[in-house]
């Protein structure tokens, strides 16, 4: 399984925008990247997976290099309510195989 | 579709005590994860199963430790005899490929 790296924890403000990169130098050929929030008290939940380039939704946008080594999570104009746990994660896209939580990255959100 | 369902939501036992944590998954999902949550050690992985059949249980901390899935249905995470340092909250997640779809978790107060 490929080993994450990611930064423990970061400040930001509301309104601002917010990049979370992460490190996965020996991705495998057939890993997918994901990313999870953990709001406190909850279960972690999926905001995003790529392969390559880049992938948005409604709620974040992924970019991810041309040698997959690293991806950065973006969040766009973060409210208060952004303030959580961000997990990356690399592993294979099947659903039957175990996947690994890191100590992820918490994000503080001022007012 | 209600989610994952975990039960109970809160327990506080004494030392020695059995403990049974309850799942159900989301219909269809063929895949389940029991994942133990705590300060220290973050988020760990004990046991996942695939089609109801234990695929790798290296993550179980101890004998004490165990978990069936007798149907697609259910799940359970059994400890015995419980121990003080085995307070934390479980999560149950389940998933049908990739994503992982999460409960809201069990807290253990073991005293």
């Known amino acids: 399984l490929a080993k994450t790296t990611q930064p423990i924890s970061m400040d930001s403000y509301e309104g601002q925008e917010v990049n979370i990169t992460c490190s996965h130098n020996n991705i495998a050929t057939n890993d997918y990247i994901t990313w999870y929030q953990q709001f406190p008290s909850q279960g972690p939940r999926f905001i995003i997976q790529g392969y390559k380039t880049k992938v948005t939704n409604e709620v974040a946008s992924l970019f991810i290099p041309a040698d997959r080594k690293s991806s950065t999570l973006s969040l766009p104009r973060v409210s208060l309510s952004d303030t959580a746990v961000y997990y990356c994660l690399v592993d294979l896209n099947t659903g039957g195989f175990k996947t690994i939580f890191g100590a992820g990255t918490r994000l503080f959100v001022k007012a | 579709d209600a989610g994952v369902i975990q039960s109970p939501r809160h327990e506080v036992t004494e030392m020695g005590q059995e403990v049974t944590l309850r799942c159900k998954p989301i219909s269809g999902h063929n895949s389940l994860f029991w994942y133990r949550q705590t300060m220290m050690r973050g988020l760990e992985l004990l046991i996942y199963?695939?089609?109801?059949?234990?695929?790798?249980d290296s993550g179980m901390p101890e004998d004490r430790f165990s978990a069936k899935m007798p149907n697609a249905s259910f799940s359970t995470l059994k400890i015995q005899p419980s121990e003080p340092r085995d307070s934390a909250v479980y999560f149950c997640?389940?998933?049908?490929?990739?994503?992982?779809?999460f409960g809201e978790g069990s807290r253990l107060t073991v005293l």
């Open positions: 199963f695939n089609n109801n059949v234990p695929i790798d």
């Open positions: 997640a389940t998933s049908q490929g990739g994503e992982l779809f």
